[in-house]
């Protein structure tokens, strides 16, 4: 089946500074979406992206299909930024199952 | 507001005792799925839903039950709990299972069975 690597597994940064997360797929994919899960668990869509580029404030990602990749970046980083980054994929799939692919996620954490 | 509401947020339970997580959503989707979030495997689906009175087992079936009666509500069923089911659920859905659209994720459901 389908494998999603993210990188880096973990991340330290200062609040205000910029990072980049990667995501890598190993096969073509229908969907691909980043998730933010708090610490209180709870999963935050960021994007729906399966190609292309998308903005929504301080988040950014790009999805390169052809090229089997997406990246999330993150700009002037806040505390409320910290927690696990997930990236997430529908492989094109023979049957009916919608179901995603979760790579291991980027654990990022902001310090003040 | 769409959302997908899962119920209850937090469960601790015994080994055996029969339970059920409640998972809706208002947004008239007819994809529905449970999966589950342990340490370095991931989340990992459960079962899925194309529509009402429509499911199948996704990877780990193993241990649960579910169904779907009406198209707002998928419920995950644990007839006999073990400890090995403690984990962190999701319930997910989308608007078809056949034209490729955004995953909703319902807050989560954080069981421990003892």
């Known amino acids: 089946g389908i494998q999603v690597e993210q990188s880096p597994p973990d991340l330290i940064l200062q609040e205000g500074a910029n990072s980049t997360l990667r995501c890598n797929f190993s096969d073509s994919v229908n969907n691909l979406q980043w998730f933010h899960q708090n610490p209180w668990g709870q999963l935050i869509n960021l994007f729906y992206i399966p190609s292309g580029t998308k903005q929504n404030g301080r988040l950014s990602a790009t999805t390169v299909a052809t090229e089997r990749y997406s990246l999330l970046y993150i700009s002037s980083s806040q505390t409320t930024d910290s927690g696990v980054y997930f990236c997430a994929v529908e492989q094109r799939r023979t049957g009916n199952n919608r179901k995603l692919i979760w790579g291991l996620g980027t654990s990022l954490a902001v310090n003040p | 507001e769409a959302q997908v509401t899962q119920n209850p947020r937090y469960l601790i339970t015994v080994t055996g005792k029969k339970l059920t997580v409640t998972c809706s959503q208002n947004m008239n989707h007819e994809y529905m799925s449970w999966y589950r979030q342990d340490p370095g495997l991931g989340l990992r689906q459960i079962y899925y839903s194309m529509n009402v009175e429509v499911t199948d087992k996704g990877d780990v079936p193993e241990g649960y039950k579910v169904s779907r009666k009406e198209k707002r509500n998928f419920p995950l069923i644990l007839e006999s709990p073990s400890p090995n089911q403690t984990s962190l659920y999701f319930c997910?859905?989308?608007?078809?299972?056949?034209?490729?659209?955004?995953?909703?994720f319902g807050q989560g459901t954080r069981l421990t069975v003892v």
């Open positions: 997910a859905s989308s608007l078809s299972g056949t034209v490729n659209t955004e995953a909703f």
